[in-house]
C-alpha cells in the first residue's frame, strides 16, 4: 500500500496515496497500524482526501486501527475523506464510531484537544 507517514511529537498522521482501499491493500495496512501502536505512537490522524473507494476490508483496517488506538487512550482520526468514502462510513453507520473530520488540520487541532483532556482528567485522578 502506498502511503506516507508524518510522524510528530504528539501524533502520526498517515496520508493513504491509493485510489481504491480494498482488500488489496487493507490486511497490510491494518498490521502497520498495530505495528505502530506498539512502537508507542499514541495518536493517529488518516488523510483520507486521495481514496475514491472503500470496500469492507478498508473499513475492517479502519475499525482495527480505532480499537487498537482507542484502548491505549490514543486518539483515532479519519480526517478529510472524499464523498463516496463518507456515504459508506454512513450506510455502514461507522460515523457513529469514527472519529471523522473535513480537514486534516482540524484533525490535528481535535488530537492537541485530547491529549489535553486527557491530561487534565490524569491531573484530577492524582488529587
Known sequence: ???SIDKEEKYSLIKIKEEKFDSSVASGFKSDLVTMQAEGVQNMVIDMSDVKYVDSSGLSALLVGNRVFGENGGAFIIAAPTEHTEK?????????V???????H???ESVFMHELEKGLGEEGDSE
Open 98 to 104: 469514527f472519529d471523522i473530520l473535513p480537514t486534516v
Open 106 to 108: 482540524e484533525a490535528v
Open 1 to 3: 500500500m502506498k502511503y
Open 88 to 96: 459508506l462510513i454512513k450506510i455502514s453507520q461507522l460515523d457513529k
